[in-house]
């Protein structure tokens, strides 16, 4: 079964939301794994820090057909797109090996080099797990990243992270 690499992030009633996220995430998949939450500023856009984790699972369902299923989460958990306000946002980091674009997404995602926010926790989780285009770890690329946002670890009860 293919395994997926999921980012959340929530700047709105912030810790209910990543956990209702993560229980109905758990519904489908009682199998996923967090990392660590981490709390950020927003980046280039406004309102408040958000709160971020990675999740691993495994699943049968192809690109598009988890898309709907997140988007569904999102919507359901009061998501409304364009406003600052971020109730959760669920995003595929990486699914299995793909690379490429698949149903208007491109994977990996290129942002999970490119933030912190996305990195550290993708770092902690699946530290050893290699990049399907670089070759290198995720922890290589974190102990060479330079993060220009600072992250403060948050524990946030009933993640159940590594």
């Known amino acids: 079964m293919p395994r997926v690499y999921l980012s959340l992030g929530s700047n709105c009633r912030r810790e209910a939301s990543l956990r209702s996220a993560l229980a109905l995430l758990r519904r489908e ?3 996923l794994r967090c990392s660590p939450v981490y709390e950020s500023e927003a980046e280039g856009a406004p309102g408040g820090p958000y ?3 990675v999740v691993d699972l495994d699943t049968r369902l192809p ?3 988890l898309r709907v299923l ?3 989460i999102e919507t359901g958990l009061g998501r409304e797109r364009g406003r600052p306000e971020v109730v959760i946002d669920i995003d595929i980091l990486l699914y299995e090996g793909l690379c490429g674009h698949f ?3 491109e994977l990996p995602r290129p942002e999970l080099l490119q933030r912190a926010y996305v990195l550290k926790p993708l770092s902690d989780l699946a530290g050893g797990e290699r990049h399907p285009l670089t070759g290198l ?3 290589e690329h974190w102990r060479g990243f330079l993060p220009s946002d600072r992250l403060r670890r948050v524990e946030l009860a009933e993640t159940g992270h590594v």
């Open 29 to 31: 998949f009682p199998d």
């Open 51 to 53: 709160l971020n984790l």
């Open 63 to 65: 690109v598009p057909e």
């Open 70 to 72: 997140l988007r569904d």
């Open 103 to 105: 149903d208007g997404l």
């Open 137 to 139: 770890t995720f922890a």
